[in-house]
Nanobody, 122 residues
Framework: VQLQASGGGLVQAGGSLRLSCAASGLPFSNYGWNWFRQAPGKEREFVAAISRNDGTTTHYADSVKGRFTISRDNAKNTVYLQMISLKPEDTAVYYC???????????????WGKGTQVTVSS
């Protein structure tokens, strides 16, 4: 199983980025997908989740509601995180993760990607 996250970078506050996580080696549509992030000196935290199959259910951390959108493309085996109105406090390494059912805790994730750095300058 491989999860390849991409799309991170340096952006000014108020800007946008779209993260992608391409998965291989597993039945993509059977899994729920999550994004987590970890800022320097802080614990990894939940960002967003999308349910398996058609992804009709999504959940977001309060800190990103209204600014981030998680989506999935089962044909491309890819999950996305569209981020708008970025703030300096969004600076972190962002990780994608797979779970058997919709879940929000790190311990419930089955597979993890290696992360992509997002840096938001003020």
């Amino acid at each position: 199983v491989q999860l390849q996250a991409s799309g991170g970078g340096l952006v000014q506050a108020g800007g946008s980025l779209r993260l992608s996580c391409a998965a291989s080696g597993l039945p993509f549509s059977n899994y729920g997908w999550n994004w987590f992030r970890q800022a320097p000196g802080k614990e990894r935290e939940f960002v967003a989740a999308i349910s398996r199959n058609d992804g009709t259910t999504t959940h977001y951390a309060d800190s990103v509601k209204g600014r981030f959108t998680i989506s999935r493309d089962n044909a491309k085996n890819t999950v996305y995180l569209q981020m708008i109105s970025l703030k300096p406090e969004d600076t972190a390494v962002y990780y994608c993760a797979a779970t058997f059912a919709i879940a929000f805790m790190s311990r419930d994730m089955v597979y993890w990607g290696k992360g992509t750095q997002v840096t938001v300058s003020s």
